[in-house]
């Protein structure tokens, strides 16, 4: 399989927009459907009731109007993103120069969720409690918006684990440890899971690597740097259980460590903004840190434990915020929530998610490598009340 796919864009005869088929899901791991859709005229597209879809607005406005008996309409812009269910009919209506991003399941086997979700960023910006983020990530490296996560109810890869969905923009590396070749990289192994990494917004000098193996913690041998740019996808695709995957005996446990996926990625001069699949979902605490090869906790050390559970009691109440608000703004409804609990737990997490970046962008300070200027324009300012 591809490490790197550049879009192959075509129209059809009659069809107002142009698409750029990016994954199968017969040929890769996830076993899901993976496309862009681009508008070069205003019309329609009909995402098909048949299966499940991921959508979300890259850039350019719409409607989502439902066709059955409700036949609500829902405004669709940059930063709303759509789970739509098997068995729901539905037509989005688009100007020209709207992109979407999709993804499909090949059968309702491969689905998880019955209901309709529609997620606005400006609420998911606001799932914060006390010193935690639970949905926008802010970290020294990157921007992680947690659209859809392990416990939310949309599509299954064809393992069976539930998949997440990430909009995630990658900051210029300038500051960050170097690698061998004396490069500040960002570093990445993700040894229990497959990412697909779709950008659509590139900046600057942007490129990834993956590492040959035998994996080692020294003269690593890697694999040619790729360029990226907004029509590229970088796949990693070491599934577990396949010729790639190796591991290690841990001495003092004697279980085994897998070992696929490492990867390092550099940026000058911009950033790169991309959508993210992980499978399986990853959930738990963030194991991303500077000069480590980071990743996310296996499954099987987070989901069951006292923490995660933890977790999901406090962030029940932001996905009802971010749900309830996120359909009423796209109906035009926004206003009657002003003065409710919901909308007060919404500048509440709105201004906890500030205080994180700002104590963020202290503590870069105090380090003295400069980072605090390279995120800053990455930062929340605080909305009007």
């Known amino acids: 399989m591809q490490k790197l796919i550049k879009n192959n864009w075509s129209r059809r005869s009659g069809e107002p927009f142009a698409r750029a088929e990016i994954l199968d899901n017969a040929v890769h791991p996830e076993g899901l459907d993976i496309d862009r859709i681009r508008f070069v005229e205003v019309g329609s597209f009909i995402p098909g009731p048949s299966v499940g879809h991921i959508i979300s607005v890259l850039e350019g406005k719409g409607k989502l109007q439902v066709t059955d008996a409700s036949k609500q309409t829902f405004a669709l812009q940059t930063g709303v993103h759509l789970y739509l269910p098997p ?22 086997t491969q689905t998880r969720g019955n209901k309709m979700l529609l997620r606005d960023e400006t609420f998911i910006v606001a799932c914060a409690s006390g010193t935690h983020s639970l949905r926008w990530i802010f970290t ?182 971010v749900d309830r608000l996120s359909m009423a703004k796209a109906m035009g409804e926004l206003n009657s929530f002003q003065g409710t609990s919901v909308w007060d737990l919404y500048l509440q997490g709105r201004e906890m998610q500030a205080d994180i970046e700002r104590s963020l962008a202290k503590s870069l300070m105090a380090e003295g490598h400069g980072r605090e200027r390279i995120i800053a324009c990455w930062m929340q300012t605080m909305p009007d009340r």
């Open 87 to 108: 068995g729901l009919e539905s037509v989005i209506n688009a100007e020209a120069g709207t992109e979407l991003l999709r993804v499909s399941s090949p059968s309702v």
């Open 140 to 321: 020294p490296q990157y921007l992680s918006r947690r659209i859809f996560l392990h416990h939310d109810q949309i599509l299954l890869s064809r393992s069976g684990n539930p998949v997440s969905w990430f909009r995630t923009t990658m900051f210029d590396v300038a500051g960050l440890p170097k690698n061998e070749d004396g490069e500040p990289v960002f570093k990445m192994s993700y040894n229990s899971r497959t990412e697909c990494n779709v950008c659509f917004d590139v900046k600057g000098d942007a490129r990834v690597r993956m590492a040959k193996h035998p994996y080692k913690v020294k003269e690593q041998i890697w694999g040619p740097w790729y360029q990226l740019d907004g029509d590229s996808t970088y796949h990693l695709n070491e599934a577990a259980e396949s010729p790639e995957e190796e591991y290690i005996v841990d001495i003092k446990t004697g279980s085994r460590q897998f070992c696929r996926n490492k990867h390092e990625v550099h940026i000058a001069d911009g950033h790169v903004s991309l959508f993210c699949i992980f499978d399986p979902a990853p959930t738990g605490g963030e194991r991303h840190q500077p000069g480590e090869y980071s990743d996310y906790e296996p499954l099987s050390q987070v989901l069951g434990t006292k923490p995660y559970e933890t977790y999901l009691q406090e962030i029940v109440k932001y996905d009802e915020m």
